[in-house]
């Protein structure tokens, strides 16, 4: 059973940068495919980035592209995601995910198996 740990979130202004953290534990960190995802207040949960196992591939919604980046390092068991010119409308709890067998291209939670407790961040216009 893997467990997942987000951290690094918090208030930042727009136009910021932040980088969030995601520590893994209890399984075998390099077989999973990992993802970022995010719920904004009263919205669904939706796709953010996601990294392939080891490291080659790499997806991104429209809305990140070019802002975002996921990267890992599997020596540490840890998923980051490096956010740069944030907007207010990146305002959501920021939560990773593991899943074993998710498509390249795949934006679907169902696809992904554990998840973290989700860390808020919070942009100020």
């Known amino acids: 059973q893997l467990q997942l740990v987000e951290s690094g979130g918090g208030l930042v202004q727009a136009g910021g940068s932040m980088r969030l953290s995601c520590a893994a534990s209890?399984?075998?960190?390099?077989?999973?495919?990992m993802g970022w995802f995010r719920q904004a207040p009263g919205k669904e949960r939706v796709f953010v980035a996601s990294i392939s196992w080891n490291g080659a591939r790499t997806y991104y919604a429209d809305s990140v592209k070019g802002r975002f980046t996921i990267s890992r390092d599997n020596a540490k068991n840890t998923v980051y995601l490096q956010m740069n010119t944030l907007k207010p409308e990146d305002t959501a709890v920021y939560y990773c995910a593991a899943g074993r067998l998710v498509g390249q291209r795949s934006t679907s939670s169902y696809d992904f198996d554990y998840w973290g407790q989700g860390t808020q961040v919070t942009v100020s216009s």
């Open positions: 209890g399984g075998t960190f390099d077989t999973y495919h």
